[in-house]
């Protein structure tokens, strides 16, 4: 049955570490599906921090079924209601106008407040009763054959029949699954980013329309691009700049933003985009250098009783627009992936989670270089010389991508994935090579060439059927 108010006690416990939004969309979902579910965060109080997220249609999917619906519409007032996304070159000239989605794939996205949004997903998951801990610091993680369990700062030890690591792009978690400290590497690029409110920008001619009504404007340029966004009918902006950035990564990858930095950058662009830049109260910016990992060998301990999800496991670029969405999917699928196997099975239901998100994961990976390279890599020379070059530039809405309901897939396949892996067919080593994303050479695991094609018609019609889902192509 999908999305069920509440299954019966299923006698599984579940540890998830990390209270993001893929933990705490695990944390629902496994509650949702009898799970005994404790989730541990080290904050030691909930603080609305951050700026712009995006949760597209295949979140909104999740969303809409929380509370009968009730979580989607606490988000819709402090959302993104903005018709379109107008694409420029740097120095001003429109080169797409890209209509909002809106309903187009069934299900609402949600674009917001990263802080504004975790709270409204912070308290859907204490009204239901689940239990969160802040001021929880996991500082171990360790396995039995037939447990897994954390130990916290405070030298308390806690056991379950799994424990979740969605701690993030440093996770301790994954130390233990991969058996070393994967460090992460500077992507090459860094994002400013910042939120304030436009009452400034009312007072100008050249930014007074991002305080008329919610609006979404892009500039591309020279392995730049600049994206700003107003919402709550123009009260609120926000705007990112991913630019070069070749700096080594430290443990720590957030700093001050400086306004000067940015106009060496963009000073000569559009006058719209200096304007709101010189216009940017500095105190309000963060630069944020991006960092990035290749596909991992496995999301999985060798007992496959620890787990990552989100970005623990596979850190996103954000022209991928899908990191919180696909963290989301993944805490979908783990909690209906247990509930299927069964407590007597939990490592089966554990593996048939990577089993069936790894996959699916890289490719919409891909999907986010794929986006940057053509943002940043075009010939801006020739971009506005014709219809088919300027609509190159267009954010890619893929159906493969936003049509997918991650509980009901899950549920569907589960039986077939269970005996592939119960008989053995994926052989024993570790997925990334099993799939051909990885692969070794001269004693180094390397990113294999394995290439993820769009499908066809008709598949993309077959997989529709499958689902139930009617769409007009």
């Not at 988000?75 to 000239?93: F, S, W």
């Not at 216009?279 to 944020?288: A, I, L, Q, R, S």
Request: glycine share 10%.
């Amino acid at each position: 049955m999908v999305s069920p108010t509440q299954h019966p006690p299923s006698g599984i416990k579940v540890i998830i570490v990390g209270a993001g939004f893929g933990g705490i969309t695990a944390a629902i979902e496994c509650h949702n599906k009898g799970h005994h579910v404790i989730l541990l965060e080290a904050f030691p109080e909930l603080k609305i921090l951050g700026d712009v997220i995006s949760l597209g249609p295949n979140a909104g999917r999740i969303i809409e079924r929380w509370g009968g619906g009730s979580v989607g519409r606490e988000l819709q007032p402090i959302t993104h209601n903005n018709k379109e996304l107008v694409m420029h070159r740097y120095d001003g000239p429109v080169v797409t106008r890209t209509p909002v989605t809106g309903l187009k794939f069934g299900s609402p996205a949600f674009n917001g407040h990263r802080g504004e949004l975790h709270r409204c997903f912070f308290a859907f998951a204490q009204g239901l009763g689940i239990d969160i801990r802040l001021d929880s610091r996991v500082v171990e993680y360790y396995e039995d054959t037939d447990k897994a369990g954390v130990v916290l700062e405070s030298g308390e030890r806690l056991e379950a029949d799994v424990v979740v690591g969605a701690d993030g792009v440093k996770s301790k978690a994954r130390e233990l699954v991969l058996g070393y400290d994967d460090k992460p590497r500077s992507s090459g690029y860094a994002i400013w980013r910042t939120w304030f409110t436009s009452e400034e920008l009312a007072k100008d001619p050249l930014t007074k329309f991002f305080s008329e009504g919610d609006t979404h404007h892009g500039w591309l340029g020279p392995d730049v691009h600049f994206l700003a966004a107003s919402l709550k009918n123009g009260r609120d902006v926000s705007w990112v700049c991913t630019h070069v950035d070749e700096k080594d990564i430290e443990e720590s990858y957030s700093f001050p933003g400086k306004i000067a930095d940015v106009l060496k950058v963009v000073g000569d662009w559009d006058p719209v985009v200096v304007k709101l830049v010189q216009m940017t109260p500095e105190k309000n910016m963060v630069d944020w250098k991006l960092v990035y990992r290749d596909p991992l060998p496995t999301w999985i301990s060798k007992g496959a009783r620890i787990c990552i999800l989100g970005d623990a496991a596979h850190p996103f670029l954000p022209t991928s627009i899908q990191g919180a969405s696909q963290a989301m999917e993944d805490g979908v699928v783990l909690a209906c992936t247990l509930f299927s196997a069964g407590k007597e099975r939990v490592p089966l239901g554990v593996r048939a989670y990577e089993r069936i998100r790894y996959e699916r994961c890289r490719r919409a990976q891909l999907m986010g270089e794929t986006v940057r390279d053509k943002w940043h890599k075009a010939d801006f020379d020739r971009m506005m010389s014709s219809e088919e070059n300027m609509r190159a530039m267009d954010l890619p809405h893929p159906p493969w991508l936003f049509w997918h309901d991650p509980e009901k897939h899950a549920l569907d396949v589960f039986e077939d994935v269970a005996r592939d892996i119960e008989s053995g067919k994926f052989g024993t080593d570790e997925i990334g090579f099993q799939t051909g994303v990885l692969r070794r050479e001269n004693g180094k695991i390397v990113v294999g060439n394995r290439d993820f094609e769009q499908p066809t018609g008709e598949e993309l019609v077959k997989g529709l059927v499958r689902e139930q889902v009617t769409a007009e192509l």
